[in-house]
């Protein structure tokens, strides 16, 4: 529902102007000086501002002026009892969207108001599209050739013509994101908007109002009327991250708009209604929540119409090399370094790291390689030294044979020994620096277990 601002010094003309546009299906407010209207602009989502040209203390002109400083891309339609070219074009000049002269024909302020309205969203729907092709998520642009990614392709394809509800299940990192946005640019909603909200970085109150918005005088805080991005997302795509995290009083109301399609803001009594694809994502398992009783069975069912689970990037280790270049293209660009590659030590090494913070560890990881290194092709020295870990090691031990500690220490220490050749790609000299001995006393040790 678009809002609009009226600014008038004459109270009758805001309760004939409010009741007209509120009838014409327009969200109106109201506002009976320049510097009350001001703070309405500066506090809330408004789609026009319509005000009067002569008003005490802050002239029309002068609004117009503030307006274009704060806000300057919001459309303003100029009205008056006291027209004149020279007023008109100076208005113009300032950017204002259209001059009316009162007293005026309704019809006449409606097609004006229309008219305004649809540039409006024209405009922000234009440089939005700008915004999103400067990063397309189609198929291509999501990296992996592996089974697992493959069947992910086919699942979009089939699914994103749709309007069913997505839940995405996957652990951090693993680009649930990504591929909701995927589903959203390749459905027939591609063209409106695709709003995202982490239901994990918010307290409860904060949620209920980001999700359905909130009146003026709502609550504490509550300055202005604000939209919440169920109605920000109307006509196309909300994307409700860490769904797991919603508390159990907000899932009921959740599950209503769900169903209905329609909700009230918070502290207010009007329905809205709103064409809106769902689509979830979580790292939690859900359905253990439904049975534990910390998540509602009957919204799990609504979720989740349509699975995808993302493996973890342990369990398609053959992107890694397909990722690795993608990355380091990404991040040399930015950096201005020119082309970079992988040296075939650092990529072998890459490939057998476990990854518990799957893709986002693995990018993060690139990235600071390539701000970091001194050449043209990534190496082990500039890898993170946290990923020199033994942590993923498994050491065998026999409990039933514990009173033998030399063997079993010999056991523990061959293992650790073979981990560390594994992390350095059997140079001996790293190995031995991730031990913590020296190399001499490395080369003993590998006789010892007879490793060499």
């Known amino acids: 529902m678009e ?49 009067d040209m002569k008003m005490p203390s802050m002239d029309g002109i002068e609004l117009l002026r503030h307006i274009k400083e704060k806000a300057p891309d919001l459309p303003v339609v100029m009205m008056t009892a006291y027209g004149t070219v020279e007023k008109a074009v100076e208005a113009m000049q300032l950017g204002a969207f259209n001059f009316i002269l009162k007293p005026f024909q309704n019809e006449t302020l409606k097609q004006i108001v229309d008219k305004a309205v649809r540039a409006y969203s024209v405009l922000k729907e234009n440089r939005r599209l700008v915004h999103a092709l400067g990063n397309l998520y189609r198929f291509d642009n999501i990296i992996g050739k592996s089974k697992p990614m493959q069947a992910i392709f086919d699942m979009i394809q089939r699914v994103a013509h749709t309007k069913a509800t997505v839940l995405i299940t996957g652990a951090s990192g693993t680009g649930k994101e990504l591929i909701a946005k995927a589903i959203h640019f390749n459905s027939p909603r591609s063209n409106k908007p695709f709003v995202a909200v982490s239901c994990a970085a918010l307290a409860e109150t904060l949620l ?165 290194s001194k050449g043209d092709e990534i190496t082990m020295d500039d890898l993170p030294k946290d990923l020199m870990s033994f942590a993923d090691l498994e050491i065998p031990v026999d409990w039933q044979r514990l009173s033998n500690l030399p063997e079993t220490l010999d056991a523990i220490e061959k293992r650790l020994i073979k981990k560390a050749l594994s992390l350095s790609n059997n140079v001996q000299s790293r190995a031995a620096n991730l031990l913590g001995i020296p190399r001499a006393n490395l080369q003993y040790r590998l006789k010892k277990h007879n490793l060499v």
């Not at 009758?12 to 969200?27: H, T």
């Open 208 to 372: 209920e109002s980001e999700l359905f918005g909130h009146e003026k005088g709502a609550f504490t805080g509550a300055i202005a009327m604000r939209k919440g991005r169920f109605e920000l997302a109307d006509g196309g795509t909300l994307f409700l991250d860490e769904i797991g995290e919603v508390p159990a009083s907000l899932q009921v109301k959740l599950l209503r708009v769900l169903e209905e399609m329609s909700f009230e803001r918070v502290g207010g009594t009007r329905t809205i209604a709103v064409d809106v694809r769902l689509i979830a994502a979580t790292n939690k398992d859900l359905k253990a929540g439904v049975e534990q009783h910390r998540f509602r069975e009957d919204l799990y069912f609504r979720l989740n119409v349509v699975n995808i689970q993302l493996p973890p990037l342990k369990e398609r280790s053959e992107d890694i090399p397909l990722l690795g270049v993608h990355f380091v293209n990404k991040y040399a660009r930015e950096a201005g370094t020119g082309q970079m590659t992988i040296s075939a030590e650092a990529m072998r090494f890459l490939c057998n790291h476990s990854w518990p913070g799957n893709v986002r560890e693995f990018e993060h990881a690139i990235e600071r390689a390539v701000l970091l």
């Open 3 to 51: 809002t609009i601002l009226i600014v008038d010094d004459e109270k009758n003309y805001l309760v004939v102007l409010s009741a007209f546009l509120s009838e014409e299906g327009y969200e109106t407010l109201t506002a009976d000086n320049a510097q009350s209207a001001l703070e309405i602009v500066e506090s809330t989502d408004l789609d026009l501002v319509l005000t």
